[in-house]
């Protein structure tokens, strides 16, 4: 070899000249390390006749060449330079055309981090930045291809948009390479279109949904139905239907059987379910079983005492209900037909429980109870004008007539006639006279006009016969004397028959009659009388016989 100097200081060694420095197969040099990669510090030589390096610690961050791999363990720091093409810089480490790279520059934003596709980051068509977020411009991904403003499979037929045309864009779409001719598309507003589409859950609202569902895509239990098995009463606990036809709203149909619920102790609920049978109605007591996917709830029953009530909810079938179920007072007239409700429908324990127009009432007895009355015009007994039959104070009473007037009644002990009249033609009605002074004999008194009429066949004296009735009350002339016994007699006559001739008229009490004219002359004498004794009252009454 060519020369080299050893300086005096210990464990130098210094080569003058450049020159090479080779060991035979054997010698090393190190510094801490006693062999390769053993320790801490360095080992360079020859083992096993294999040039061999290593430095650092053994047991930490190091660097090793087994004479065919270099191995770095831990971190080296470069602020320049190249590595396998790329170029090392103070921040970044990027391929030499600088379109790829990785940054580590800190700007305060949300810096990038990895890019590719232009020399500025920021421009790069493929970059993610330091939250993660990622920018792509094209390329695939799990079979799926990203455009621009797109991530579509491979066919195009299925897709996302980012497009943005200033309309409602559509954002998702399938079945179209063209998102507007997709049957199934979802636009930026939100708007769905699908032309076949299955929801197991959850809701949609109806203020969403446009356009038709065909029926036949709707599950059974969505559909419109109708049936025509005739529903009816078997006995108190069961309810029967008959053979018929359960038809869907599209028209699907199916043949039902006749059939019964059995003996019911509760409610039961009739219905179809398909996924059971589409020939047999099935019975449950528990509401929601009758109710899902496949199913019709067709009718509702339950047992009664008298006989079980029902509803069928479509079709033939009908009702059957009992009077628990009517609200009260609801029906009317309207509801019920003429001539419907006979005596035999009815059962009441008093008339009182029937309020109407009774008409003609036909009847064996009618039997008062002690408090009960039958009455027009009086409201109670002997009371107004009118009659009243019926029981007061618990007695049997009858009054008919005027009561301050004219009335006959019967109080349970007497009976009573007050100013009998008998009206008829040319019959003067019933009157009464006050203040009339008694003279001494028989005193006469005239107190109407009997009219003649012309055009009656009774029109003269001689065809006519009158009974008549008059009674005097007890007059006084003083609290000391009343009047205890009177006479009086009622005729009909002409005025000439008992006045002095010459005839001349008769004035009395305001009426003047002529001589020929017939009056009512009512003559009457008291048994026990003074001169100047008053008549309280006189009752007269004329009757044609």
Not at 495 to 524: C, H, K, Y
Request: aromatic share 8%; proline share 2%.
């Amino acid at each position: 070899m060519d020369e080299f100097t050893i300086q005096p200081a210990p464990n130098t060694v210094q080569i003058t000249q450049q020159q090479r420095l080779s060991m035979a197969s054997g010698p090393y040099y190190a510094a801490g390390q006693l062999t390769y990669d053993s320790g801490t510090g360095f080992w360079l030589g020859v083992q096993d006749g294999i040039a061999r390096f290593s430095i650092g610690n053994s047991a930490g961050n190091k660097m090793t060449w087994d004479g065919i791999t270099l191995t770095i363990v831990g971190s080296f720091t470069a602020s320049s330079g190249t590595i396998g093409g790329w170029t090392i810089g103070a921040d970044y480490i990027r391929d030499a055309a600088g379109v790829v790279g990785l940054s580590s520059a800190v700007t305060g934003g949300d810096d990038i981090r990895f890019w590719a596709g232009d020399s500025t980051p920021a421009n790069a068509e493929f970059k993610v930045t330091e939250s993660g977020a990622l920018t792509a411009a094209s390329g695939t991904i799990g079979g799926w291809t990203l455009g621009s403003t797109f991530i579509t499979d491979a066919s195009g037929l299925v897709g996302l948009s980012s497009a943005v045309t200033g309309g409602d864009d559509i954002r998702f779409w399938a079945g179209h390479t063209s998102p507007l001719s997709a049957t199934f598309r979802v636009a930026e507003s939100g708007a769905v279109t699908a032309s076949n589409i299955t929801i197991t859950g959850g809701s949609v609202l109806s203020s969403l949904l446009s356009g038709l569902v065909g029926l036949a895509n709707l599950n059974l239990s969505a559909r419109g139905w109708t049936q025509t098995s005739a529903f009816s009463v078997l006995d108190l606990n069961t309810v029967q239907w008959g053979a018929g036809t359960f038809t869907s709203a599209d028209g699907t149909s199916y043949s039902i059987n006749a059939g019964n619920t059995g003996n019911m102790a509760a409610r039961s609920f009739i219905y179809l379910d398909i996924a059971v049978s589409t020939t047999e109605y099935q019975t449950t007591t528990t509401a929601s079983s009758a109710v899902g996917a496949g199913k019709v709830l067709v009718a509702t029953a339950i047992n009664g005492s008298v006989e079980p009530t029902f509803e069928v909810f479509s079709g033939v079938g009908g009702t059957n209900i009992n009077g628990s179920q009517i609200v009260a007072a609801s029906i009317t007239g309207n509801e019920v037909a003429a001539n419907t409700i006979t005596a035999g429908n009815l059962t009441v324990s008093t008339l009182s429980a029937i309020t109407a127009d009774m008409g003609a009432l036909t009847a064996g007895t009618i039997t008062l109870n002690s408090s009960g009355h039958i009455k027009s015009g009086q409201t109670a007994y002997n009371t107004g004008t009118g009659f009243w039959l019926g029981y007061d104070s618990s007695v049997a009473k009858l009054s008919i007539g005027n009561a301050s007037t004219k009335y006959l009644t019967w109080d349970g002990t007497t009976l009573t006639v007050s100013r009998l009249a008998v009206t008829e033609p040319d019959t003067q009605a019933e009157d009464t006279m006050t203040g009339i002074s008694i003279l001494s004999g028989p005193n006469t008194i005239w107190v109407a006009t009997v009219i003649q009429d012309t055009t009656d066949p009774w029109s003269s004296a001689s065809n006519k016969s009158f009974i008549g009735r008059c009674r005097a009350a007890s007059g006084f002339r003083n609290a000391g004397h009343n009047i205890a016994a009177w006479m009086c007699d009622v005729t009909v006559t002409q005025v000439s028959a008992f006045e002095v001739s010459p005839p001349n008229n008769v004035t009395w009490n305001g009426q003047t009659w002529a001589p020929d004219e017939m009056g009512l002359r009512i003559v009457f004498e008291s048994m026990n009388y003074l001169q100047g004794d008053e008549i309280t009252s006189l009752n007269w009454s004329l009757m044609k016989v």
